[in-house]
Each structure stands twice: as structure tokens, then as C-alpha cells.
Nanobody, 124 residues
């Protein structure tokens, strides 16, 4: 069945960068918007960024503006989350998800397919 798989998480120091990858299998990702969410220990899950079918991006979390960017590579069936100037408060498990629609919500709503998550830990 359709799946999403995140990769690229790890332990980094404050100020460093990471690129997360969300790869789709058993379906074509290019027709759908893809959301990135994160959940920090003891906190609720929050929407981070979204990219729509036409490569338009929407930022949901103010604290990542200017530091995180989202992109997609349709031939590779993949969406990326480039995270620069990481801070300790970015520590979380990051998930990609889709509701199989082609647009990004004003506010992230229910998703139909989730990846398993990848852990990002930012610590000195």
C-alpha cells in the first residue's frame, strides 16, 4: 500500500544544518501537497511547513521562518525539509504526511497518510 518514509534525522549541534527526506512509495507524490509536522517530547504535534502541487510553500510555525525550507523532486517522488541554523527547541520527531489533496491547508488538518517519523536532536 501507499507509504511515506522519512530519513535524515540525527544529532547535531546548535547552528548546524540537516536535510530531512520524505520518500513516497506505491503512489505518485507529485499530485499532492505534502506537510511536515514535528512533535517535541511532552508537547503536541505541530505543523511546520507544507508544499503544494505547484511548488508553493506555506509556513505554519513562526520560529522556523527564514531557517527551514521545503522542496520537492517529483522524478524522485520525494519532498525535502532543509533545516538551517538549528536550535535546541527544534528537537523533535519530524513526520511527513499528506491528505492526498493538491493544496496546503491554511491550518494543517487531518492527514490520510503519515510516515514513521525521524528524530532530530539539537544539543551541544
Amino acid at each position: 500500500q501507499a507509504q511515506l518514509a522519512e530519513s535524515g534525522g540525527g544529532l547535531v549541534q546548535p547552528g548546524e544544518s540537516l536535510t530531512l527526506t520524505c520518500e513516497a512509495s506505491k503512489f505518485t507524490l507529485e499530485y499532492h501537497a505534502v506537510h511536515w509536522f514535528r512533535q517535541a517530547p511532552g508537547k503536541e504535534r505541530e505543523g511546520v511547513l507544507c508544499i503544494d502541487k505547484n511548488f508553493g510553500a506555506r509556513v505554519y510555525t513562526e520560529s522556523v521562518k527564514g531557517r527551514f525550507t521545503i522542496s520537492r523532486d517529483n522524478p524522485k517522488n520525494t519532498v525535502y525539509l532543509q533545516m538551517n541554523t538549528l536550535k535546541t527547541e527544534d528537537t523533535a520527531t519530524y513526520y511527513c504526511a499528506t491528505h492526498f489533496l493538491d493544496y496546503c491547508d491554511d491550518v494543517p488538518g487531518p492527514m490520510d497518510l503519515w510516515g514513521q517519523g525521524t528524530l532530530v536532536a539539537v544539543s551541544s
